[in-house]
């Protein structure tokens, strides 16, 4: 006996595609997967995240260098033209000399 593996789910499926089968034991099993996965995400929701993971390389992000747009300035341009603006001017710059 094989079972559609969607059978009882709400969830509306194309018109087009044919029902996956599986054997009874496979479709318990993806059962009980659902029901665990589904705790799961419950558990998490109640659960607050934290905003970064790691305290150090949050503390080194704060104090790195930022573009105008809010990224991450390169590491050469960092020292010589901290608050310049964009990469290309260095290389402008370097061409004229």
């Known amino acids: 006996t094989s079972i559609p593996c969607g059978a ?7 018109q087009d595609e044919e029902p996956v ?10 059962l009980r997967r659902r029901v665990q996965r589904a705790k799961q995400e419950q558990k998490y929701q ?7 993971l ?9 104090n790195r260098k930022r573009g105008p747009g809010g990224r991450f300035l390169p ?3 960092v020292g010589s033209e901290a ?6 001017a ?4 370097r061409s004229q000399q």
Do not use: F, P, W
Not at 21 to 30: E, L, P, T
Not at 54 to 62: F, L, P, Y
Not at 90 to 93: E, T
């Open 21 to 30: 089968y599986v054997n009874a034991k496979q479709y318990h099993c993806i």
């Open 46 to 52: 109640l659960l607050k995240r934290k905003r970064y």
């Open 8 to 14: 009882g789910d709400a969830v509306a499926q194309d």
């Open 90 to 93: 260095s290389k402008k710059k």
């Open 54 to 62: 790691h305290e150090s390389r949050h503390r080194h992000a704060v």
């Open 83 to 88: 608050g310049s603006g964009s990469g290309s």
């Open 75 to 77: 590491k050469n341009t």
